[in-house]
């Protein structure tokens, strides 16, 4: 079984900062993937960035990363230079590779860009 | 290209009528999803098809939720006799197989009353 924990309800940040959101995957599997995704008001869910755990370097995908602490089991995601077109509901999710490729997603956080 | 369709876009029923959603895959996408996800959470796994049979049912909650696929194309999700409980946004996702990237459709937003 995989539990995938979001603690964070909202985020709030200011345009150009940074903001980072916490996740924590736990499964006893030690082959997986792990998965950011973003979902504004329209309900499309968008992947924001992958990262495979027999990898350990991070990924990047331009201002978006990731800090994946395998035996932590955190997998946070960094937004950097925050946009207004950021604000979304932004959901951490993971898949074992026994799992059929089903996601298991957290609750999602709530992020808030001001101007 | 064209992405994941879904149909339709909303749905009101009654309690205890049957509703069909359908998902319509990008052309090429062997593996489709179903996921739920109720108002304020996160998505639940419910069905995942390899072509058109279903090797992992294990997340439809009940016997009144069933799905087909007909080939590697479109996908129906049916609730029959619907109850409140069912009341979500229903979205669909495929990729070319099950450790691809997983494109989403715009979802159904089912409501019972």
């Known amino acids: 079984a995989q539990t995938v924990t979001q603690s964070q309800p909202e985020m709030s940040v200011q345009e150009a900062e940074t903001v980072t959101l916490s996740c924590t995957y736990d499964?006893?599997?030690?082959?997986?993937?792990l998965f950011w995704y973003k979902q504004p008001p329209s309900r499309q869910m968008i992947l924001v960035i992958r990262?495979?755990?027999?990898?350990?370097q991070n990924a990047t995908e331009n201002r978006f990363s990731v800090n994946f602490q395998k035996a932590a089991k955190s997998f946070s995601l960094k937004i950097s230079d925050s946009q207004l077109g950021d604000a979304a509901m932004y959901f951490c999710?993971?898949?074992?590779?026994?799992?059929?490729?089903?996601?298991?997603f957290g609750a999602g956080t709530q992020v808030v860009v001001t101007p | 290209g064209a992405g994941v369709s879904q149909s339709p876009s909303n749905k009101v029923t009654e309690k205890g009528k049957d509703v069909e959603l359908r998902c319509d895959p990008i052309?090429?996408?062997?593996?489709l999803y179903w996921y739920r996800q109720r108002l304020g959470q996160g998505l639940e796994f419910l069905i995942y098809?390899?072509?058109?049979?279903?090797?992992?049912k294990s997340g439809l909650p009940s016997d009144r939720f069933s799905a087909e696929r007909t080939g590697e194309s479109v996908s129906t999700l049916t609730i029959q006799r619907t109850q409140q409980e069912d009341s979500a946004v229903y979205l669909c996702?495929?990729?070319?197989?099950?450790?691809?990237?997983?494109?989403f459709g715009p979802g159904t937003r089912l409501t019972v009353l």
């Open positions: 999710s993971g898949m074992t590779t026994d799992s059929w490729g089903k996601l298991q």
């Open positions: 052309s090429g996408h062997t593996a």
């Open positions: 098809f390899q072509g058109n049979s279903a090797p992992d």
């Open positions: 499964t006893s599997e030690s082959d997986y993937y």
């Open positions: 996702a495929s990729s070319y197989g099950r450790y691809n990237e997983q494109f």
């Open positions: 990262q495979e755990a027999y990898k350990q």
